[in-house]
């Protein structure tokens, strides 16, 4: 039996142990959204899309945490004007649990802070993993919505969070480059893990019809090149002074300017994916974005 084959034993058995214990009618409760957000490039708004989603979410009573799992550029905490003394390396290593580490902005969002902890996650042990696996279980109570902030680009860390999320939303800009990576970005995503839907944010547009415009040309190459892939429209953010207000102040434009066009915009996204239904054949939860890790490791 090689090492992922027992670590997954492990984690089925304490799963059992786990719903034996359960009393037979818990009542409802609910399911976590798992939504990794991504780009194909940098500099196209990424974490701040996040972080105001976030805080948007948060205000319409939803229960919010963030992962920040753009390796080498976490910067959630400089957004919400944090200065977290763990991150996420400190869990993996069993030093820390996962409320240890957590920080919670005034707004009342989570966020579990980056840094070097997922700098080799393809490579983590089995029992780092495991670590992680039963920390993040329990999260499923509490929260409502788990946005994993990526990194930009293809590398194999990008790939994991957003292969392993119950939604992919991709953030672009109108700027051709940032369209070209973006899907490059679906195209590796559907063609090695088999990821066939997506959802695109385009940001910092000078109107709707240009939004639609980018969403156009992503589609179009999508259904002449890729299979059974498809990119819904998730909506777009206008380009705004405000956000670069808010990013020099430490905050969100949320926070910064809540009457601004671009927060107006946010706030109206974040109710959008409240109300979304998940999609049929999606778990939708932690432990399974914990476990479609070791899948993913697993067939690799």
């Not at 037979?24 to 899309?49: E, M, Y």
């Not at 753009?70 to 944090?82: E, Q």
């Not at 090695?192 to 000078?206: A, D, I, Q, S």
């Amino acid at each position: 039996m090689d090492q992922a084959s027992g670590l997954r034993t492990i984690v089925q058995s304490n799963t059992v142990a786990r719903s034996q214990k359960s009393p037979k009618n818990p009542g409802p409760r609910s399911i976590p959204r798992v939504v990794a957000v991504t780009s194909g490039k940098g500099g196209v708004g990424k974490s701040h899309c996040v972080g105001s989603l976030a805080l948007a979410l948060t205000k319409i009573g939803k229960r919010v945490v963030v992962v920040d799992a753009d390796v080498g550029l976490a910067n959630m905490d400089i957004l919400f004007n944090l200065r977290p003394r763990y991150n996420i390396s400190h869990v993996l290593s069993g030093e820390k649990k996962l409320e240890e580490v957590m920080v919670t902005t005034g707004q009342g969002v989570r966020i579990v802070p980056g840094g070097s902890g997922f700098a080799n996650f393809t490579q983590l042990s089995d029992g780092e993993k495991l670590n992680l696996l039963s920390e993040f279980e329990v999260l499923g109570e509490t929260t409502d919505f788990l946005l994993v902030d990526t990194g930009a680009g293809i590398s194999s860390n990008v790939l994991y969070f957003n292969a392993a999320a119950d939604e992919i939303l991709v953030v672009a800009t109108r700027e051709p480059t940032s369209i070209t990576d973006a899907y490059a970005l679906m195209k590796v995503l559907s063609k090695e893990y088999g990821t066939r839907h997506f959802k695109l944010l385009v940001n910092m547009v000078e109107s709707e019809k240009e939004a639609k415009s980018v969403y156009a040309s992503l589609s179009g190459a999508i259904d002449k090149f890729l299979k059974n892939v498809v990119l819904e429209y998730f909506g777009s953010i206008p380009m705004d002074i405000n956000l670069q207000k808010a990013v020099l102040k430490r905050s969100t434009v949320v926070e910064y300017a809540p009457q601004s066009p671009a927060a107006k915009s946010l706030g109206e996204l974040a109710e959008k994916m409240a109300r979304s239904p998940i999609r049929p054949g999606s778990d939708g939860n932690i432990k399974f974005f914990m476990r479609r890790i070791f899948e993913l490791d697993r067939d690799r």
